[in-house]
């Protein structure tokens, strides 16, 4: 069975600056890996998809890369701003998703 | 994106009543859809498969009877809690695909709902 792992549970940085979160699965027979945004008490926002024949994925400050082989995908958030505060989801997509624990992410002004 | 639209977003109910949450997709069809729970401060666990014109397909561990599951057309998925209890309480989530599997999930807003 797939298992997810992001890494790590929590993180907290200053405005402005530049962070990595990690996205581990264990199973690389995946049709694509999608990167969520879920604020408290709501739905996920799709944030980026990546497809299993891709290996990036950009959409403003955010870039997310996938390396299938060694079951990782990175979410790259660059010049973070206090608005980026939330959790962050990995679902690595076969017949279903299959979600990491997530990183709850907090920006300090 | 694609919009997914739950509704209601939060809804408290009397222990041993039914609720039922629709799942909607409104700008694209949904042959399929899911259904998540979500426990504070832990990932999603996926409930159900939603099939529209047959059954849903349940995930080990979920009471199909406790958890009604309806897709009666290619935009509506609905769940219905039956008989609700305080362990009930929780937060629910649908999500569809726009196409296959290949293609992008988009989530509804959510329910919480608080059995009392």
């Known amino acids: 069975k797939q298992e997810v792992t992001q890494i790590p549970a929590a993180l907290s940085v200053p405005e402005g600056e530049n962070l990595v979160l990690n996205c581990s699965f264990t199973d690389s027979a995946i049709y694509n890996l999608q990167w969520f945004r879920q604020d408290p008490g709501k739905g996920l926002t799709s944030l980026l998809l990546i497809q299993s024949s891709q290996r990036e994925q950009t959409s403003g400050r955010l870039n997310a890369s996938l390396d299938k082989s060694s079951g990782r995908s990175t979410l790259y958030i660059a010049a973070s701003q206090p608005g980026d505060s939330a959790t962050y989801l990995c679902a690595a997509t076969g017949n279903q998703f299959y979600f990491g624990t997530g990183t709850s992410l907090t920006v300090i002004p | 994106g694609a919009v997914v639209s739950q509704h209601p977003s939060w809804v408290i109910c009397k222990s041993g009543t039914s609720v039922k949450i629709e799942c909607r997709s409104l700008?694209?069809?949904?042959?399929?859809m899911f259904w998540y729970r979500q426990f504070p401060k832990q990932s999603l666990m996926l409930m159900a498969t939603?099939?529209?014109?047959?059954?849903?397909?349940?995930e080990q561990g979920v009471e199909k009877d406790k958890f009604l599951i309806n897709h009666a057309s290619l935009t509506l998925s609905t769940l219905t809690v039956t008989s609700a209890h305080p362990e009930d309480s929780s937060f629910y989530i649908c999500?569809?695909?726009?196409?296959?599997?290949?293609?992008?999930?988009?989530f509804g807003q959510g329910t919480r709902l608080t059995v009392v």
């Open positions: 939603s099939n529209e014109g047959s059954k849903a397909t349940y």
């Open positions: 700008d694209f069809q949904a042959t399929t």
């Open positions: 999500s569809a695909r726009v196409g296959g599997f290949y293609t992008e999930a988009f």
